[in-house]
């Protein structure tokens, strides 16, 4: 599957913005997405995860309550709804897909993702 993240932008502290990811191909219903961040000088973060079929999430502890991750199969489409934003949510935002084998259904782990588009910048004023 390939993605492609979009949506980024430059946005008031308090503001909102949505970020998209679409998939190409088929098979976009049988992953787990995830949306991860990287700031400058920092390690890829994980920001949330949706399950196959959107019925299970899970977030990271710093966006948890002011971000919603949510996907549409039938568009082969997974967003990512930011509110409240922070200076700190500053980064390039990417997405990621997965077909966890075993375990849990998802993993916080960027190295476990099989598929990344390619980065969108978000940068939050203060």
């Known amino acids: 599957v390939q993605l492609q993240a979009f949506g980024g932008g430059l946005v008031p502290a308090g503001g909102s913005l949505r970020l998209s990811c679409a998939a190409s191909?088929?098979?976009?219903?049988?992953?787990?997405m995830g949306w991860f961040r990287q700031a400058p000088g920092k390690e890829r973060e994980f920001v949330a995860a949706?399950?196959?079929?959107?019925?299970?999430?899970s977030y990271g502890d710093s966006v948890k309550g002011r971000f919603t991750i949510s996907r549409e199969n039938a568009k082969n489409t997974v967003y990512l709804q930011m509110n409240s934003l922070k200076p700190e949510d500053t980064a390039v935002y990417y997405c990621?897909?997965?077909?966890?084998?075993?375990?849990?259904?998802?993993?916080?782990?960027?190295?476990?993702?099989?598929?990344w588009g390619q980065g969108t910048l978000v940068t939050v004023s203060s």
């Open positions: 949706i399950s196959s079929g959107g019925g299970r999430t």
């Open positions: 990621a897909a997965d077909q966890p084998i075993s375990g849990s259904w998802y993993s916080h782990l960027a190295w476990e993702y099989d598929h």
């Open positions: 191909g088929r098979t976009f219903r049988s992953y787990v």
